[in-house]
């Protein structure tokens, strides 16, 4: 019996050692998610996992097996999540729970990010890992005077700027105090209030006006922070002019603007496309999102159903003709200009007015909509 339960120990130690990580393991586990916070709120990916890997004993201290806590982040009194007590510089200090290693590597963006001392850390050039470790003691994350070198060593020793270069393709520093409403000369300003492939262009260098207001044609994947750094912007003032309560990956192809949108749109309503919301709207017609849906007695976004017919102005500014859902054929116009103009097809104009050809007459009324 002794000796079975002597065999049975072995066993469950050795599985135990063998679930221990080594830091080439933990990066490759967790890269993604530095990655990821990189590319959501600017913290360098390989400062992230270099602090990871020191912060966590690549994973494997008691502070992560208690509390999934990768980078040592203590309690304080704005948290509220739950801690656990475990001896650090002091005995029994509280330390920040979270329900997964994600949350963890969230709060730790998070964490730097919204506090006003590792500000200047976010002025430096997202590559620049020397300066951001040496930064990050100078603020205060740790006590251990040789904390920013054993950083920087892990950087180079196992490869860590590779995922910071790859998931920003050097991408410039971050300078909110240069921002100017207008854009760079260089981001030279192509399109007015035009439909664009979007999978085409490049954030970096493209700027648009729609409804006046200019803005960056942006592809699905792309992160706001980029955007932001790319134009020189402050990040607060890009999720201020779109609306927006956080940073993240664009869910679409979309346009991002770098000035205040409008009041009013620059044409008196819109007939939504499948699946489109009423942001989704707002976006594209660069109008602010509140008014659109004060003018059309809305009172929260939603996806509408194909085809509604959303106001971009409010009643005193639309034409009689066009509240009646008819258009006044205007002289050198036709189909394809007029159906651009309400975002609809030349087809449905044929067919709402049972046309034969093409041939317009000025002073024809047209209907615009079912």
């Not at 309690?75 to 999540?81: E, G, I, P």
């Not at 607060?236 to 609306?243: D, G, P, R, V």
């Not at 749109?265 to 007939?271: A, C, I, K, Q, S």
């Not at 609809?344 to 044929?350: E, G, K, P, S």
Request: proline share 2%.
């Amino acid at each position: 019996m002794k000796r079975l339960l002597l065999i049975a120990y072995l066993f469950c130690a050795q599985n135990i050692f063998a679930q221990e990580l080594t830091a080439v393991q933990y990066v490759e586990k967790y890269k993604e998610l530095a990655i990821r916070e990189m590319k959501r709120m600017g913290v360098p990916a390989a400062i992230t996992l270099a602090q990871g890997i020191l912060e966590s004993e690549s994973g494997n201290s008691v502070l992560v097996k208690k509390s999934n806590n990768h980078f040592g982040i203590k309690c304080k009194t704005s948290w509220t999540a739950g801690g656990v007590s475990h001896d650090d510089d002091a005995i029994g200090e509280c330390f920040r729970v979270y329900k997964t290693a994600e949350d963890s590597y969230r709060d730790h963006s998070n964490f730097l990010r919204n506090n006003q001392r590792y500000g200047n850390l976010f002025t430096l050039d997202i590559t620049d890992y020397k300066g951001w470790a040496y930064g990050l003691k100078k603020a205060g994350y740790a006590t251990n005077p040789r904390y920013p070198e054993i950083v920087i060593s892990n950087i180079e020793k196992y490869n860590l700027q590779q995922y910071t270069l790859g998931a920003a393709a050097n991408a410039p520093k971050y300078d909110a105090s240069q921002f100017e409403d207008d854009a760079k000369e260089e981001n030279k300003v192509i399109l007015e209030n035009d439909e664009a492939n979007l999978s085409t262009l490049d954030v970096s260098n493209t700027v648009v006006k729609v409804n006046g207001t200019k803005c960056v044609l942006a592809n699905k994947g792309t992160s706001l922070l980029f955007i932001a750094t790319k134009n020189n912007i402050a990040l607060s003032k890009l999720l201020e002019f779109n609306e927006l309560a956080e940073d993240g990956l664009l869910a679409k192809d979309q346009y991002v603007f770098l000035q205040k949108k409008d009041k009013i749109g620059d044409r008196e309503f819109y007939l939504t496309q499948k699946g489109e919301s009423t942001f989704d709207v707002a976006q594209k017609s660069g109008i602010q999102l509140q008014y659109l849906l004060d003018y059309n007695k809305l009172s929260e976004n939603h996806i509408l159903p194909t085809g509604t017919k959303l106001w971009l102005k409010p009643k005193d500014k639309i034409n009689t003709s066009q509240k009646n859902n008819l258009h006044t054929v205007a002289s050198k116009e036709g189909l394809y200009s007029i159906a651009k103009k309400y975002n609809i097809t030349v087809d449905q104009l044929r067919t709402w007015n049972l046309l034969t050809s093409d041939s317009l007459r000025i002073g024809q009324q047209l209907k615009i909509s079912e």
